[in-house]
């Protein structure tokens, strides 16, 4: 069949071989350049991200403790990030449930 057959099959041309490596390493660059500009958009949205306390959402919301905890187990509110016991939220979904609980529109 073939002069070069392997046991796991015919062996690729050297042509081909080469332009897989070509082909490997320009794949292997555009990863690192993802990951890189992956990295620094979320830098960015960390250092714009703003975050609030429960008892601001409370307020801001307009609504009590247990509605707020049962909004979370229905999954309309995450908790973002917990700092020295105190849940905080972000800022955009605080607004984004505010919206959602007093129905108003965009």
């Keep these: 069949m073939f002069s070069n057959a392997s046991p796991k ?5 050297t042509h081909c071989a080469y332009l ?3 082909l490997y390493l320009e794949v292997k660059v555009l990863k690192e350049h993802t990951m890189e500009i992956h990295r620094f958009i979320l830098k960015k949205e960390e250092e714009e991200t703003i975050y609030r306390d429960a008892n601001y959402v409370l307020d801001r919301v307009g609504i ?3 509605t707020l905890l049962r909004y ?3 999954g309309m509110i ?3 990030k ?3 016991k105190k849940k905080l939220y972000r800022d955009l979904d605080v607004e984004r449930l505010r919206k959602i609980y007093w129905g108003v529109g965009e």
């Excluded at 099959?9 to 041309?13: E, I, L, Q, V, Y």
């Design 9 to 13: 099959g015919p062996a690729p041309c």
């Design 20 to 22: 897989f490596h070509l």
């Design 64 to 66: 009590s403790k247990s």
């Design 72 to 74: 979370q187990g229905r």
């Design 78 to 80: 995450t908790v973002a």
């Design 82 to 84: 917990i700092v020295n």
